[in-house]
């Protein structure tokens, strides 16, 4: 299995310019997860879905903040516009119905000058 | 509102030696327990998992304790070993939902 593959692995944009982050999961995996990593918060979940409804957005920062998952093997991340404050890791992982664990992507990393 | 918490931001031991790592949570509705390692420029992968039902979990050098009634659980790595330095994560879910992270503590194991 190829593991959840996420891309880009590593993004360069001025402030105000769109992002979008994108994630293939695990075949057969029913759950999505969008994470973000920064020195203050750790690992902080954005957003999760199950079999591609979006089911707690709760920890989506802002309104320039969205995500879709129109089938079972793509997710996007958009920030639009971005900010040098959006500056971090992102991360997705994947889990199937039945386990307690979750995989993740090797994690995009996003630097807004 | 962070749920779950690891206070110490680092920690540093000598190879061989015991690494305990620290993790409190504040949500009684978390019934597992993880933790993750995280070496640099990779995502996160599982090391150890512990169900509210146990109390211990143990699988070779790794160790992971669970205090419900203080909220609490640590993971315990003995013998220590250089390749054991990374950053630890914390985290929990409740009802196989959701999963919630701490901020994560970097081990420096010194040869």
């Known amino acids: 299995d190829a593991g959840v593959i996420q891309s880009p692995r590593h993004e360069v944009t001025e402030m105000g310019q769109e992002v979008t982050l994108r994630c293939k999961p695990i075949s057969g995996h029913d759950y999505l997860f969008w994470y973000r990593q920064t020195m203050m918060r750790g690992l902080e979940l954005l957003i999760y879905?199950?079999?591609?409804?979006?089911?707690?957005d709760s920890g989506m920062p802002e309104d320039r903040f969205s995500a879709k998952m129109p089938n079972a093997s793509f997710s996007t991340l958009k920030i639009q516009p971005s900010e040098p404050r959006d500056s971090a890791v992102y991360f997705c992982?994947?889990?199937?119905?039945?386990?307690?664990?979750?995989?993740f992507g090797e994690g995009s990393w996003l630097t807004v000058v | 509102d962070q749920q779950v918490k690891q206070n110490s931001p680092s920690l540093s031991v000598q190879e061989g030696r015991i690494s305990i790592l620290n993790c409190d949570y504040t949500?009684?509705?978390?019934?597992?327990f993880l933790w993750y390692k995280k070496y640099p420029a990779e995502g996160p992968t599982f090391l150890i998992s512990i169900s509210s039902i146990k109390d211990k979990n143990e699988d070779g050098r790794f160790t992971v304790f669970l205090n419900k009634s203080a909220k609490h659980l640590s993971l315990h790595i003995v013998p220590s070993q250089p390749g054991d330095s990374a950053v630890y994560f914390c985290?929990?879910?409740?009802?196989?939902?959701?999963?919630?992270f701490g901020a994560g503590t970097r081990l420096t194991v010194k040869p």
């Open positions: 879905f199950n079999n591609n409804v979006p089911i707690d």
């Open positions: 949500n009684s509705m978390f019934d597992y």
């Open positions: 992982a994947s889990r199937d119905r039945s386990g307690n664990t979750i995989y």
């Open positions: 985290a929990a879910s409740a009802l196989n939902n959701d999963m919630r």
